[in-house]
């Protein structure tokens, strides 16, 4: 739903259309115009058609034949139309980048009611408000009443939901993208026998907010790529599994996506893979695996996303990349017999960079605004792998896709706030004893230059219950960054902030969190619990938040990332903490 995200911070134009309302129709020619006009200035034109008595089909031949050239949003479920509440068709609604109704309200007063055109159109309320958006200011009117045909939720509505025109929107748009073929879900989710099979399941885990997997509280920063469902969706699921799971119209069916094989993201700029398989032995502790693959690139880039496949998803646990432009990694891979070279707490070097990393439930996604991290030509990448032994032998050889920023990184010199870097919390003392149901970990850290926060990366094991991260600014001003209030190991990912938020310095970061070691826990690994201190096995536990940060000034940047890693190695290392 176009509502949702918003990142590069478009103004957007929702204008309620309908097949059969004679002023509607009338009005396509000028919304063609408006749409050219405005797009090469950061707007975007949406039609909605929210007539639950037409099918998908019959709208989309009704477009054609008008010639729309703005993309028609289907909306037969009034999940758009419950949101914005139109009473007219057409009726207009403009959002600022920041997803306020700036203005509601008649395209322009070419009618002057029912059957009453005007000769002459005399005043373009839209454009007038779009300009204004577009200057910073305010529309010189934000509500002029619309004249057109009433907007009315058919009949069919609330003879309740089917699958073609309400389930399958949301079910293509949110879960099909792991539930398919060849992905991590269990079960694929492509067409109505699939689906219809779980009705009654996907009402249950859409209600517990089970699924789709999204562990962030609602009502604080929004973030790129959220999964949330609206009060709406929900019901659309329960509804629809009371009524027994019809069909419904095949007319009314969207289309499947279309996804490149293998890649969630599309066709990687470039693939690269672990250089020979690694054999991780039966049993024993987990191990920690540093892999050096050589980047083949011959000009420094920037790099927008990564998409990590692992080779063996029975024994990778997770995976954190880091850049070497110096070759210390190759080194230390020279010195040892076996692919990689093991090491726990890190590298064994200072790493010139990093491209993130990957956990189980990590869903790849862009940085947001055509910003990226730096990768600088002749860099290795050095991939650490954290393996578990699973009782047999296993090999592993895992391929990582990179995504390049399609602006060239001269431009990223003129702009050093399109270049991303990072930076980490944690707490290292751990000590939490067997049936503690709230023990408290916490740390905090103090911005020494002006950055802008990116995004948030949050990381904890299987004992894990809840984790909050704030930012209290020098002027006390506190900003909730995330709040899980139920964590989820299988979950975990990164989250991008769709507006990066600007932080001065002296801003406070505080990170607190809360874990369950008692039997109540589902996700206890232990039965009945046991002692769990910090470490890197799975096991053990941890309790780390990353940050993406960006800066007006690159040195900001390094500045901020060296002056956190002194902090936190002066951290207590002791791992036998009292509980606090």
Same mark, same amino acid.
């Given at each position: ?17 309908? %097949? ?7 009005? %396509?020619?000028?919304?063609? &115009? ?7 200035? =950061?707007?975007?034109?949406? =039609? ?6 037409? @099918? ?26 419950? +949101? ?84 399958? #929107? ?5 879960? @099909? ?33 089970? +699924? ?5 509280? /609602? ?64 049993? =024993? ?11 083949? @690139? ?53 790493? /010139? ?25 002749? /860099? ?18 895992? @391929? ?75 002027? =006390? ?8 209030? &139920? ?84 951290? #207590? ?8």
């Amino acid at each position: 739903m176009p509502l949702e995200q918003n990142d590069a911070r478009k103004v957007r134009v929702f204008v309620f259309l309908s %097949t059969e309302c004679p002023i509607a129709r009338s009005y %396509t020619p000028e919304l063609n &115009r408006l749409s050219a006009e405005f797009a090469p200035r =950061g707007v975007e034109l949406f =039609g909605v058609w929210s007539d639950a008595t037409v @099918t998908r089909a019959a709208a989309a031949q009704h477009f054609a034949e008008f010639k729309a050239k703005f993309p028609v949003l289907h909306d037969a479920s009034g999940v758009l139309a419950e +949101m914005l509440k139109p009473t007219l068709v057409p009726e207009v609604f403009v959002l600022n980048a920041e997803g306020q109704t700036v203005y509601r309200g008649a395209i322009d007063n070419a009618w002057e009611s029912i059957g009453r055109r005007r000769a002459n159109v005399e005043q373009r309320f839209l454009v007038d408000a779009l300009n204004a958006v577009l200057a910073g200011r305010k529309p010189p009117v934000a509500n002029v009443d619309a004249v057109g045909c009433l907007f009315e939720r058919a009949a069919a509505v609330k003879a309740g939901p089917v699958f073609t025109r309400d389930v399958a #929107p949301i079910v293509f748009a949110r879960c @099909t993208t792991c539930h398919r073929d060849g992905q991590a879900a269990p079960f694929p989710l492509t067409n109505f026998a699939q689906t219809a099979k779980r009705a009654k399941q996907l009402a249950r885990v859409t209600r517990e907010r089970q +699924m789709p997997p999204w562990i962030p509280a /609602s009502g604080h920063e929004r973030f790129v790529g959220e999964r949330w469902l609206t009060d709406r969706e929900i019901s659309l699921f329960r509804d629809w599994a009371a009524a027994g799971a019809p069909e419904g119209d095949a007319a009314d069916l969207p289309p499947l996506p279309q996804f490149t094989d293998g890649w969630l993201l599309g066709k990687p700029d470039l693939v690269v893979k672990m250089t020979e398989p690694f054999t991780v032995r039966a049993d =024993g502790p987990d191990i920690l695996q540093n892999f050096v693959i050589p980047i083949p @690139t011959t000009e420094d880039k920037r790099v927008a996303a990564i998409e990590f496949h692992a080779g063996n998803k029975s024994v990778v646990h997770h995976a954190v990349l880091f850049l070497d432009d110096k070759g210390q990694g190759r080194k230390r891979d020279a010195a040892t017999p076996e692919p990689g070279y093991s090491l726990f707490g890190g590298v064994g070097f200072m790493p /010139s960079g990093a491209l993130g990393g990957w956990s189980v439930g990590n869903t790849p996604r862009r940085l947001p605004g055509g910003m990226g991290r730096y990768l600088k030509r002749g /860099s290795d990448l050095v991939m650490q792998l954290h393996y578990h032994p699973t009782g047999k032998v296993e090999t592993d050889q895992s @391929t990582v896709g990179i995504y390049f920023v399609d602006k060239p990184i001269a431009e990223a010199l003129r702009r050093p706030s399109t270049l991303v870097g990072s930076f980490w919390m944690a707490n290292y003392e751990m000590d939490i004893p067997p049936g503690e149901a709230n023990y408290r970990r916490g740390t905090s850290y103090t911005l020494p230059r002006d950055v802008s926060l990116v995004g948030v990366v949050p990381h904890m094991h299987l004992v894990g219950k809840s984790l909050i991260v704030r930012a209290t600014l020098p002027d =006390g001003t506190r900003r909730t960054l995330i709040d899980v209030p &139920r964590w989820n190991y299988n979950w975990q990912d990164e989250y991008y902030f769709e507006r990066p938020i600007t932080l001065p310095r002296g801003t406070r970061f505080e990170l607190q969190a809360v874990f369950d070691n008692s039997a109540d826990n589902p996700s206890n690994p232990s039965s009945p619990p046991q002692r769990v201190t910090w470490g890197e096995g799975t096991l053990d536990e941890m309790l780390y938040c990353f940050f993406l940060i960006t800066a007006e000034k690159s040195e900001d940047v390094v500045h901020t990332i060296f002056h956190s890693m002194a902090h936190d190695a002066k951290q #207590p290392r002791d791992g036998a903490a009292r509980n606090q």
